[in-house]
């Protein structure tokens, strides 16, 4: 939290405790504004006023590709969790299982910077509002418009931290400068404003300002109505300078102009010397022959292909740590071995096809195709590939991943643990908008739910959650990539 880490402005104020009345009333709610607004100090000032247990969880990415929630702080001394370091998947199920949760209590759970979770972040808070039903939930984040969209369906109680006024600012720099409140008007107007426009919402900013006049104030300021203006310049110089984008715009136009004028004057002359632009194309660029040649030049390695499909999968992962048996790192389970293309383009997944050119193995990522072509990546490019041809040098070999239950299991059943039924009750509901049954058992209208769905997506309509059932919930989810064509998935 920074140095801001007591003061409370008026607004503030309001706001922490109009956050403690909801959430007596409501499951869960939502506390959405800018960096440095003073999220953190508002749900610090829940936490200090929440009459029962609090945790404070945070995400945490240690391996540069998979997410994680740590548990950073427990108001439980005795068996607390704090340090504790739970999967995205897991993250409620664990809780409840350590005893976060007992009869009769209300603990409250604050889920810190929920925006630097890009996927499974609304999934997270189903579960809990599925898991538990007793317990309250904070939220706190800067979410883009594409996450708020998505948690707005959830329909929360949204609470959004307004942009901070100039009184809110001269009253945190007097706070953080040691100024009395007699004393508040001791900076003048126009080196607030100066501040505003430089910490663009940024409170924390502020009180380091403040902070810094505080320890740069001599004997004779203790005492005066006013900080010295020497001083007050070298404070702003403590901040980042002001950004100018007007002035950036300007002449970026004026560039573009001139650039354009430029090119419409030499154009007839330069056109006399340079020959035309089909004379630089080969004659033959799109034949088997050249295809071949080029894909050659463009040969992966193994780990290569591996750290590509990845990506295709969300995930950053380095060339030397992308191998098959460490997909379980990110909740996927990766297969290796000869498959049909019929049953490829059925399952719908991205996979890595191994390729036999000029008896060298030329691995690349199959990501879509149509009833005649294939769309491949290799390296950095992206290629169009008839599929006699590739049929003709593809070895049968394919490398793809997918995401099983949340218990890691490639399909669920009536003998199936609690969790995952819960689970799939929950997310068949949300992909049909039908409201769904809050139990852990398997039902007749699970399985009837099941049937709707394989039938929405044109699949074998048997009400069995199978492996590629399972891969197409996954898809409708938006968790899992699919193979695109020109008019959608394959």
Excluded at 66 to 94: P, R, Y
Excluded at 154 to 165: C, G, S, T
Excluded at 321 to 331: K, L
Aim: glycine share 8%; proline share 4%; aromatic share 8%.
């Amino acid at each position: 939290m920074d140095e801001l880490n007591t003061f409370y402005t008026p607004r503030h104020c309001l706001i922490r405790d109009s956050l403690l009345s909801t959430l007596i009333q409501e499951q869960w709610l939502i506390l959405h504004g800018g960096k440095g607004s003073g999220k953190s100090v508002l749900a610090q000032g829940v936490i200090n006023a929440w009459p029962c247990r609090t945790l404070t969880i945070s995400p945490l990415n240690r391996t540069g590709y998979l997410w994680e929630w740590a548990v950073i702080a427990d108001t439980q001394t005795d068996n607390g969790l704090a340090g504790k370091t739970i999967s995205l998947e897991k993250l409620w199920v664990e809780l409840h299982c350590a005893g976060a949760v007992t009869q009769g209590s209300m603990p409250l759970f604050v889920l810190e910077d929920g925006h630097r979770i890009s996927k499974g972040l609304v999934s997270t808070i189903q579960a809990f509002i599925t898991l538990m039903p007793q317990a309250r939930l904070l939220l706190t984040g800067s979410f883009n418009r594409r996450q708020q969209r998505r948690l707005r369906e959830l329909q929360p109680v949204w609470f959004e931290i307004p942009a901070p006024n100039s009184k809110d600012y001269r009253e945190v720099i007097s706070s953080h400068a040691g100024v009395g409140l007699e004393t508040v008007n001791s900076f003048s107007e126009q080196f607030i404003r100066r501040c505003m426009k430089r910490c663009g919402g940024n409170l924390h900013l502020a009180a380091r300002l403040g902070a810094f006049i505080r320890r740069n104030k001599t004997e004779g300021d203790e005492h005066a109505d006013t900080i010295d203006p020497a001083l007050q310049r070298e404070a702003l110089r403590y901040l980042p300078a002001p950004g100018r984008q007007g002035a950036t715009c300007l002449l970026l136009i004026v560039l573009a102009g001139l650039c354009g004028g430029g090119g419409a004057y030499f154009v007839n002359p330069l056109s006399q010397w340079l020959p035309p632009l089909t004379a630089l194309l080969p004659a033959k660029f799109s034949t088997s022959g050249t295809t071949l040649a080029r894909l050659s030049a463009e040969r992966m390695s193994t780990n290569e292909s591996l750290s590509l499909l990845y990506s295709v999968w969300g995930y950053e992962v380095d060339k030397g740590e992308a191998w098959c048996d460490q997909a379980y790192r990110a909740g996927m389970a990766c297969l290796s071995g000869k498959e049909t293309l019929e049953t490829l383009l059925s399952d719908g997944l991205p996979w890595i096809a191994t390729l036999k050119v000029d008896s060298a193995s030329v691995p690349v990522v199959a990501i879509g195709g149509g009833e005649d072509t294939l769309t491949v990546l290799s390296g950095s490019k992206t290629w169009i590939i008839d599929k006699t041809w590739f049929n003709q040098v593809w070895t049968g070999t394919a490398t793809r991943m997918w995401k099983p239950s949340p218990d890691g299991n490639s399909n669920i059943t009536k003998k199936s643990s609690a969790d995952d039924i819960a689970w799939l009750d929950t997310m068949l509901s949300r992909v049909l908008n039908v409201e769904a049954e809050g139990t852990e058992e398997w039902s007749p209208l699970l399985t009837e739910k099941i049937r709707q769905f394989q039938a929405q997506h044109k699949m074998k309509v048997d009400g069995v959650m199978g492996q590629r059932t399972l891969i197409r919930l996954w898809q409708a989810l938006g968790e899992s990539p699919k193979l695109v064509q020109e008019r959608g998935a394959i």
